[in-house]
T-cell receptor, first 118, second 116 residues
Framework: AQKVTQAQTEISVVEKEDVTLDCVYE???????LFWYKQPPSGELVFLIR??????QNEISGRYSWNFQKSTSSFNFTITASQVVDSAVYFC???????????????FGKGTKLSVKP | GAGVSQSPSNKVTEKGKDVELRCDPI?????LYWYRQSLGQGLEFLIY????????KSGLPSDRFSAERTGGSVSTLTIQRTQQEDSAVYLC??????????????FGEGSRLTVL
């Protein structure tokens, strides 16, 4: 069955610590896209990254990095030197191109709430 | 507007009443999406519009839910005869293109619905 699992419901770290948010997915499709979104307290989800199933290159953007491994069906997200402003709920999501992907049917995990304390 | 605008931001209603939730997408975005975020349930896809057309309405939870979009812009999600299990945050998003290609979704801040 197609689904996204974020096993960590809540993580608490102290500022400047590195933190990794786990995401494991299951899909029936060979063409799929993976996403990470951030939901700050204001409630508005903010797009962070999109990867397609044919591109396993890891990506780094400032303090953020993503590790995509098809062999383990994982798409983990690491924040280096965390800051208080990173506190939010982070969602991993999957879109299956041949199963509703053309209709924007994002399958979300249940999210990981990250609290960064000063 | 600068971002996706949703109204009302908060709505408290009594069981059995009808409610309308409005979404004003980013100007020029042709695709519009409705999601529902329930406590402990994560985000659930409801419906997608390309222009004014919704090709697949099977994501709507029941026939009490309907959605329309007019003029390729504003969309309204209507819930008739609300039930307590309808209580959730209803999120609207828009994008230039379908998410599977190059576009990413831009979300509004949501409409929090509480059914007493």
């Amino acid at each position: 069955a197609q689904k996204v699992t974020q096993a960590q419901t809540e993580i608490s770290v102290v500022e400047k610590e590195d933190v990794t948010l786990d995401c494991v997915y299951e899909t029936r499709d060979t063409t799929y896209y993976l996403f990470w979104y951030k939901q700050p307290p204001s409630g508005e989800l903010v797009f962070l990254i999109r990867r397609n199933s044919f591109d396993e290159q890891n990506e780094i953007s400032g303090r953020y990095s993503w590790n995509f491994q098809k062999s383990t069906s994982s798409f983990n997200f690491t924040i280096t030197a965390s800051q208080v402003v990173d506190s939010a709920v982070y969602f991993c999501a999957l879109i299956e191109w041949n199963y509703g992907g053309s209709q924007g049917n994002l399958i979300f995990g249940k999210g990981t709430k990250l609290s960064v304390k000063p | 507007g600068a971002g996706v605008s949703q109204s009302p931001s908060n709505k408290v209603t009594e069981k059995g009443k009808d409610v309308e939730l409005r979404c004003d997408p980013i100007s020029g975005h042709t695709a519009l999406y409705w999601y529902r975020q329930s406590l402990g349930q994560g985000l659930e896809f409801l419906i997608y519009f390309q222009g004014n057309s919704a090709p697949d309405k099977s994501g709507l939870p029941s026939d009490r839910f309907s959605a329309e979009r007019t003029g390729g812009s504003v969309s309204t999600l209507t819930i008739q005869r609300t039930q307590q299990e309808d209580s959730a945050v209803y999120l609207c998003a828009s994008s230039l293109e379908m998410t599977g290609t190059t576009g990413e979704l831009f979300f509004g801040e949501g409409s929090r619905l509480t059914v007493l």
